[in-house]
């Protein structure tokens, strides 16, 4: 008979006696039980927080690698320039020392022999090993699911060869009364300090994905709050992966480049060509290209995440400007990616519904719930009522 273990009032189990059970359950021969695996799961902080982001990430890589096999294809870091795995732990650290570093010079005074102490006293109470493990565990598995999801990308000319972009086209046409979304914006707007003010917009995105889950696993103490975040970005990258899968295209730029002429040439230009040169290269050798092709368009993943950081931002509470700056955000991401040719207006729908798919899927795999609506969840442990800067 398996011991019976105390139950905190939330349903988990203390660490000791889930170490107790891991060390109970290696003896006994009785084989393991669906209630064993869920007492570990709930006893294990690292399965608690991110278990269904590691569970997105080992089903993308386990599709990696058959789809890799099977279409003699290389599995390659997504990242040449400054490989991934390198540069998300270094945007970790500079937010660790970001976070202790102007308390520890408070503490001090400013007085440079009592730096040493401050320093430690604050790594001591900001840093224990629980967080450790919250933050590289939530940091790892996002990095799988992104790494994973940049190869089935690569992967899509070779799994499907349909394209939909006409289909999409005429969607468009169709939403807009004959006309192309791209074109009424270019008129509307101009093709001279708008298009700039666009590219930067773009830009401005890539940084923000990787600083934000930095923020949410380093600067948050609600960790509820951080693992809601993090899982809900897993999921996007999960689930638009097998969108591009499923409805392969390329995008108005690259399947009706002649709107986009008359755009200035910006570092939203150069990467479109870069990306064209890639997918061109990948294309004719792909293990001679020593890169990936990164080309798809439908559901457009810049919505989509954007509207999963609006979505957990008013969940969890932040404070006020930054939700309405999150979301002022996401609309001028909405046009910046409709205008710059990116995506068709029907991508900028499907990346909408895909955001706020993934944030109630990541609700419910986080436990930031009540019943089937998204609340986020206050621990014992986790006293503030609000994920807010001004807690941290």
């Not at 933050?135 to 060869?161: C, E």
Request: charge should be neutral.
């Amino acid at each position: 008979m398996g011991q019976s273990t105390s139950r905190k009032p939330d349903g988990s189990i203390p660490r000791a006696a889930g170490m107790a059970w891991v060390t109970s359950s290696v003896k006994r021969s009785t084989p393991l039980t669906l209630v064993d695996v869920r007492e570990w799961w709930a006893g294990s902080s690292w399965a608690r927080y991110f278990g269904w982001a590691w569970v997105a990430g080992v089903l993308m890589l386990v599709a990696t690698i058959w789809i890799a096999g099977t279409e003699n294809l290389p599995i390659r870091d997504p990242d040449a320039f400054i490989p991934g795995y390198f540069r998300m732990p270094l945007i970790v650290l500079a937010a660790i020392l970001t976070d202790i570093v102007p308390r520890a010079v408070r503490r001090s005074g400013g007085r440079l022999r009592e730096l040493p102490a401050a320093w430690s006293e604050v790594a001591t109470e900001r840093w224990p090993r629980s967080h450790w493990v919250f933050a590289l565990s939530g940091m790892a598995a996002w990095y799988l699911t992104y790494a994973t999801f940049r190869n089935l990308k690569s992967f899509v000319p070779w799994v499907n060869h349909n394209n939909w972009d006409n289909e999409l086209a005429a969607i468009d046409r169709a939403m807009f009364f004959g006309h192309n979304p791209a074109d009424l914006m270019h008129d509307l707007f101009g093709t001279g300090v708008f298009a700039e003010l666009m590219a930067a917009v773009y830009l401005v995105w890539i940084f923000l994905v990787p600083v934000s889950i930095a923020i949410a696993l380093v600067w948050t103490r609600h960790r509820h709050a951080g693992s809601w975040y993090v899982t809900a970005v897993a999921f996007d990258w999960m689930l638009g992966a097998l969108i591009y899968l499923l409805v392969p295209t390329v995008g108005p730029v690259y399947s009706d480049p002649d709107q986009f002429t008359d755009l200035p040439h910006t570092y939203v230009t150069w990467l479109a060509e870069t990306l064209l040169d890639d997918r061109t290269a990948v294309l004719a050798d792909p293990w001679a290209a020593g890169t990936l092709q990164t080309i798809a368009a439908f559901a457009s993943l810049h919505v989509g995440i954007m509207m999963t950081i609006c979505l957990v931002a008013h969940f969890v509470r932040l404070a006020r400007w930054i939700r309405v700056s999150a979301w002022v955000f996401l609309a001028m991401t909405c046009l910046s990616t409709v205008y710059l040719g990116w995506h068709f207006f029907v991508d900028v729908l499907a990346g909408l519904a895909l955001g706020s798919l993934c944030v109630w899927l990541g609700a419910l795999a986080t436990g930031n719930r009540v019943g089937l609506r998204p609340r986020l969840k206050v621990e014992s442990e986790e006293p503030e009522p609000a994920a807010s800067p001004a807690s941290l």
